[in-house]
């Protein structure tokens, strides 16, 4: 990304119709994006989609930042909205910790998106950032900062089979860039892998790409520096994977380079792509500026091949793409062994990565382009890109996320059910909703002329979306919905409300941003 300016200050508040973000009746606080799915072809796996949108700096926002959860038509299951459009989370998704589903995700401030912060370069994070864990019942039950005077880095955090947590951080360290073509005083973004104890907070790992990695085979140049502050991002380490072997593989998008770390001694073991790789590439196998580096079956490795403009002065060296490639560790040689390119061709500047889902589908996240899509195992081509292209989703206007994932996923709100009840001509319609609830198949509606004695009216209606709406045409003077399994089980109960004494003719409240 580039570095972006602006004066404009922070927290104006303006409200604003758009299309292009929910307004619910009963949920009147939420605003998620509305999606707009281009393919939806047989063959998907099953599981609902988890993204994280924001938009860059200077970029119309549409609806709120926050975490999000989606099914595959596009309607949201749950979304937990920020404060404003300035702080935003990434790497939204579900993993286990001690033997059961959680979601986690990186939640903070990043240079050059939400803020205009000319300190850092653009994407690093800001101080204050953190991570945190949440329970099936949407509770947050961890919260993790960086130790060692590093903030914690939006790219990675995965919980180990250890039940411990692996993430990158980053801190601005003093150097003399002269040697490398930037200024005396400058510092170099010096990235850190740290693997912490969920349970003591007791740091278990560190290591430093500054005292393992020569900053001189950076593919950024030092001179990028003078825009940032003096600050040169010449690693920008953007994922880290433990192996089953005591081994990290360990992504550097300014590198160009993949590497594979000896947790025990920090050793660099191998090295592929960049100035000095230990394997030789075939012709068509190469990426640049690539993202979300991850081990395979059989001696292959996943990757985000974004190939494209994170530097000014360097032109695209091709479609961004999802690329596993297979690695010959006798003869040092890496070829593609499948590709996943998206119909139109994109080329992100940043961000993405590559999910091999369930039934072996890959699911891609295209970063700073506003896409997610699933592709069959056997991936495509730019010659023939519709191939095994089964869904695509397009986010509104410029808002992205910086990954996106599918997975199975069971949410249990503690919080009741959402009621809103309004007139109309013909009688009633009742809104229901429950952000979060992912096991809700149908609605009853309980009515009546005493709040003590309210009895079922009509059968249960369907669910139909994030928000039902059940027009009834007797109207009693208090409602109440109770949200029903797919077995008839009542899993819970709304409050119960009065209904208005006037048809109201006002719309949905409009949608409040803040930019």
């Known amino acids: 990304m580039s570095d972006i300016k602006t004066d404009r200050p922070r927290n104006v508040k303006i409200k604003r119709n758009d299309n292009g973000a929910w307004c619910f009746v009963s949920a009147p606080k939420l605003h998620p994006m509305k999606v ?7 063959g998907t796996a099953p599981g609902l989609i988890f993204t994280a949108p924001y938009t860059a700096f200077g970029e119309r926002m549409i609806g709120q930042t ?55 370069p653009a994407g690093d994070p800001e101080p204050g950032a953190f991570f945190q864990i949440l329970d099936s019942h949407y509770r947050v039950i961890k919260k993790i900062t960086a130790g ?23 801190k601005q360290v003093p150097a003399d860039l002269t040697p490398y073509g930037g200024p005396e005083k400058g510092y170099i973004d010096d990235y850190s892998i740290q693997e912490v104890d969920l349970e003591t907070g007791e740091l278990l790992f560190f290591w430093n790409t500054l005292d393992h990695i020569n900053p001189a085979d950076s593919m950024l140049p030092a001179s990028s520096a003078s825009s940032t502050n003096n600050i040169w991002d010449c690693y920008h380490l953007n994922s880290v994977e433990g192996g089953c072997d005591g081994t990290l593989l360990v992504s550097m998008r300014n590198m160009w380079a993949i590497y594979q770390i000896d947790k025990k001694t920090g050793a ?7 100035r000095k790789s230990d394997f030789t590439i075939a012709p068509g196998s190469g990426f640049s500026w690539q993202h979300d580096a991850r081990y395979r079956w059989g001696s292959r490795i996943s990757l985000f091949d974004d190939a494209c403009c994170a530097s000014e002065n360097d032109p695209p060296q091709g479609q961004s793409r999802g690329l596993i490639l297979y690695l010959d560790f006798q ?73 996106s994932f599918k997975n199975r996923w069971i949410g249990c709100p503690l919080c009741p059910p959402c009621i809103a009840v309004r007139r109309n001509t013909c009688g ?46 007797c109207a009693g003077s208090f409602y109440r919905v109770a949200a029903m399994d797919a077995c008839g089980k009542v899993l819970g109960t709304s409050c119960i409300v009065t209904l208005p004494k006037r048809i109201s003719h006002n719309k949905v409240n409009p949608l409040e941003i803040l930019i």
Request: hydrophobic share 35%; net charge positive.
């Open 36 to 42: 707009h799915i281009n393919q939806n072809r047989p």
């Open 66 to 120: 926050g975490a999000l959860i989606m099914d595959q038509c596009g309607d949201p299951v749950w979304f937990r909205p920020l404060a404003n459009r300035y702080i935003q989370n990434t790497d939204f998704r579900v993993q286990s910790y001690r033997g059961r589903q959680v979601l986690t995700m990186w939640q903070g401030t990043i240079s050059g998106t939400q803020s205009a912060n000319p300190d850092l």
């Open 148 to 170: 060692e005077g590093y903030t914690a880095d939006v790219h990675e955090f995965t919980i180990t089979r250890r039940n411990t947590a692996l993430f990158t951080a980053v």
């Open 268 to 274: 660099v073991q191998w090295q592929l792509g960049g």
């Open 331 to 403: 003869r040092k040689t890496a070829k593609a062994d499948r590709t996943y390119y998206h119909a139109p061709g994109l080329f992100a500047a940043s961000q993405g990565n590559v999910q091999q889902l369930e039934n072996c589908n890959q699911f891609i996240g295209w970063g700073q382009e506003p896409y997610l899509s699933e592709f069959a195992q056997g991936g495509n081509t730019t010659v023939n890109p519709l191939i095994n292209f089964l869904y695509d989703v397009r986010f509104p206007n410029q808002n992205i996320s910086y990954r």
């Open 428 to 473: 009633v319609t009742v809104y229901a909703s429950w952000n979060g609830a992912t096991e809700v198949a149908a609605w009853q509606v309980y009515s009546g002329c005493d709040r003590a004695k309210l009895s079922p009216v009509g059968c249960c209606v369907p669910r139909s979306g994030f928000e039902t709406a059940i027009p009834l045409k």
